[in-house]
């Protein structure tokens, strides 16, 4: 058997850390924005290579108040990819703006900054890539876009943690990034958690306001704001594990390459590497036609797969009210995209049983 992702086994080496993070807590009776939050926003922008880390709930949250922050709202349009988690697009949606879909490369399914300047409008505020699978966008070339029209660059970098461009981390970007720390992302907390991160003084401090009742001191509210804090007990397991990310990303890497390696002749699409981006690869997503027929074949051989995602942000109900321009590489993205097994704590040999399975099932190139 081999599971898609084992919490249980990513968390079990950090088990003795993180009771005693918890133990520490627990007893310290202090338990909102405390000193575990302090400090993990300390480390984490140290981390990112940023000056600033805001400890929020989650990371709909964390992209969400970017854009409050940044006076986004009805009557502006925000740049989003077509192919993304839906939290993207409720980010907009939630501060009142038009989440704006731009479709991305069909090899790294990731926004395409080819597609960005055909698709803004005098009322655009903002340009929203997704560092998609753990690759970051092209932020790069998006930079150059945002600059000449005068927008917003916003990073989702819920599944980029560690992540360069360039040698610059996913965080320190574009203008503000937003994190999660859903308990399946490379950095995950034992619940929810997320964080925003930005070089922008005036942006942390509107922030860190916003996330805590629109207030600076206490009783003193500036700003209708939300409570959306990084409690003291996630921030602190947060802090035993970040120490680790780089060990685990570096394992994540390994087996993508052996993926990669396994899987060069077979009758698959691979995910490909954009010159410049070092991924970490929260997943390792194959592109197969008769999707449901492979996915099925791999779980009667115990191994277990998933789909990011198996209906495009357009075609969800959610979004069904909406008049939406035709979006095609979404539109089959969805029915072809496959997500292997991949974590810190899979083998090399668990990835050869992988490639093994699926090169039996859908052949080799002819
Ligand atoms: C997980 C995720 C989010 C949202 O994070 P939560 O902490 O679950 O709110 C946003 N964007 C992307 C791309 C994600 O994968």
Request: net charge negative; glycine share 8%.
């Amino acid at each position: 058997m081999i599971d898609f992702l084992n919490l249980k086994r990513v968390n079990a080496p950090h088990e003795a850390a993180l009771q005693a993070a918890a133990a520490r807590v627990i007893a310290s009776g202090w338990y909102v924005l405390g000193q575990e939050c302090d400090h993990f926003e300390v480390e984490f922008a140290a981390w990112c290579g940023v000056r600033h880390a805001i400890g929020v709930a989650n990371g709909l949250d964390a992209l969400h108040l970017i854009l409050r922050a940044m006076e986004i709202g009805p009557g502006d349009e925000v740049i989003v990819p077509s192919n993304t988690f839906i939290a993207t697009w409720l980010a907009v949606s939630q501060v009142g703006a038009v989440p704006v879909p731009v479709e991305p490369r069909p090899d790294t399914a990731n926004l395409n900054p080819e597609l960005v300047e055909a698709a803004i409008t005098p009322r655009t505020r903002a340009i929203l890539p997704v560092h998609l699978y753990g690759q970051t966008a092209e932020m790069a070339a998006l930079r150059v876009i945002a600059d000449r029209h005068g927008l917003k660059l916003i990073e989702d970098a819920a599944q980029a943690h560690g992540a360069r461009h360039h040698g610059v981390r996913a965080g320190a970007l574009g203008d503000a990034a937003g994190f999660s720390f859903y308990p399946g992302k490379n950095l995950g907390a034992l619940g929810d958690g997320g964080a925003v991160t930005t070089n922008d003084d005036a942006l942390a401090a509107r922030l860190r306001q916003l996330r805590n009742y629109g207030s600076s001191r206490k009783y003193h509210h500036e700003t209708i704001g939300v409570n959306s804090r990084l409690d003291e007990l996630q921030a602190a397991m947060l802090r035993v594990k970040l120490p680790a990310m780089d060990t685990e990303n570096a394992v994540r890497h390994r087996l993508a390459q052996r993926y990669l390696a396994g899987l060069a002749d077979v009758n698959v699409g691979l995910p490909r590497t954009v010159e410049g981006c070092e991924p970490v690869w929260h997943l390792f997503v194959v592109r197969v036609a008769e999707r449901a027929r492979v996915q099925a074949a791999l779980a009667e051989r115990g191994i277990t797969t998933l789909v990011h995602y198996p209906i495009a942000c357009h075609e969800q109900q959610a979004y069904a009210d909406r008049h939406w321009p035709a979006l095609p590489i979404a539109s089959a993205l969805q029915h072809q995209v496959l997500s292997l097994p991949i974590s810190p704590v899979h083998t090399e040999a668990e990835v050869d049983t992988v490639v093994a399975a699926l090169t039996d099932i859908v052949g080799r190139r002819s």
